[in-house]
């Protein structure tokens, strides 16, 4: 009788569960429990927040735009109670990382808000010894409570080994806040780590019927940019770490490939030049920045300071020495400038990542030399630039 007294209490505890198990799931569902309402908005509210203090680590992040290269750009924001009270970015490639500035930043009489702070950063802090000791050593010193990261960072040294330092340590951590926002203003650096390679940006002017260039030797060139749109090409090569042309274009165009329409850093300039057939009066070997001269046989004594000649084998893939060759200079970033050859080339073995393309829709020659050609669908932007038409592609 005991026995079966036993069976019926534990049949009504089991129903009983069950029932408040129903009530609850029902009442989630139906949004319908304050207490679940209320964590809800909550949650929305502090998703909010947390994307207004990234944006302001974005705009912090894009002051450095040119100038971290081989590190990536870096903002971070330290917030308490709804105020800023420390901010800072990554200047430069050998300074301090964005997370030391901000911490260096909170004044004297703030410091001692920093354990009831929160810490925005758009990438991963680092977890290993660079030039500056790991910044999730940082912020576990300095017994921050809560970090938000825009993206992780896929540097072999780092890949989740800060946020996995700074979560053992305690800390909350949140990820994937603007996330794409946060990724796209390190996209080379992103490239450089996941492909062993730099991105690779193609750079081209066409007429309006695709053209190039007519077809000459050594005659003037066709002006198919305006001095306004140059302008905006030179900006882009201040975003790159190395600007490449061709053996033709260097002898035809004869460029410097510097910035004299912005100011930055000037690129590493590189040319091929198989034979060796460049004459050394060309103005990409006037010393003035370092030229790497991609030949299947150095000649020595030929050219003077700041002037490389690397050794390729031309019977195999130089496209992929090249990009070899520049991954161990820790070149990030590959402007390729001409001439139509050597852009298709990149463009057929897939060895590109975007393209910007002006065209002069005015202009019409009818014959000379093709431009490339790029595969359909990979047009995501246009825009107007002083009458002429700036085509985005990407891959
Ligand atoms: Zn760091």
Redesign the pocket.
């Known amino acids: 009788m005991a026995y079966c007294c036993k069976c019926d209490n534990e049949f009504f505890v089991a129903l009983f569960a069950l029932s408040l198990f129903c009530t609850i799931f029902v009442l989630c569902k139906n949004n319908r429990l304050v207490g679940f309402r209320d964590f809800d908005k909550n949650n929305l509210q502090m998703q909010r927040v947390d994307e207004f203090y990234m944006r302001r680590c974005l705009q912090l992040a894009r002051c450095a735009v040119g100038s971290t290269s081989p590190n990536p750009q870096v903002g971070a924001v330290i917030v308490c109670d709804e105020r800023i009270i420390g901010e800072g970015y990554h200047i430069r490639a050998g300074e301090p990382?964005a997370?030391v500035n901000a911490v260096r930043s909170v004044a004297p009489t703030d410091r001692h808000l920093l354990p009831q702070s929160t810490i925005y950063v758009t990438l991963e802090?680092?977890s290993h010894y660079g030039k500056?000791p790991?910044?999730c050593d940082l912020i576990i010193k300095e017994g921050i409570r809560r970090v938000v990261i825009g993206t992780t960072d896929n540097n072999e040294c780092v890949k989740g080994a800060g946020i996995a330092r700074m979560k053992k340590a305690g800390i909350e951590v949140v990820v994937g806040v603007l996330e794409n926002e946060c990724y796209a203003i390190n996209r080379p650096f992103f490239t450089y780590n996941r492909l062993a390679r730099p991105a690779v940006t193609l750079k081209w002017a066409q007429t309006a019927d695709g053209f190039i260039d007519v077809g000459r030797e050594g005659g003037a060139p066709l002006h198919i940019s305006t001095p306004v749109s140059q302008v905006a090409v030179h900006k882009l090569r201040s975003r790159h770490d190395a600007i490449l042309v061709g053996t033709r274009t260097a002898l035809l165009d004869n460029p410097s490939l510097n910035l004299r329409h912005w100011t930055g850093r000037v690129p590493l300039r590189l040319v091929i030049d198989r034979a060796g057939v460049l004459p050394v009066g060309l103005n990409l070997f006037d010393g003035s920045f370092p030229t790497v001269i991609y030949t299947q046989k150095t000649i020595d004594g030929k050219f003077g300071k700041n002037v490389e000649q690397v050794e390729l084998d031309f019977s195999g893939d130089i496209l992929l020495q090249i990009l070899a060759h520049l991954h161990s200079l820790k070149v990030q970033s590959l402007l390729v400038e001409g001439g139509a050859k050597l852009l298709q080339s990149f463009i057929d073995a897939s060895l590109w990542d975007c393209a910007r393309v002006e065209v002069n829709p005015s202009l019409v020659v009818r014959s000379g030399v093709a431009a490339p050609v790029l595969p359909e669908n990979s047009l995501v932007s246009r825009e107007k630039c002083d009458g002429n038409e700036i085509l985005l592609f990407s891959r």
């Open positions: 990382h997370e802090p680092c500056t790991p910044c």
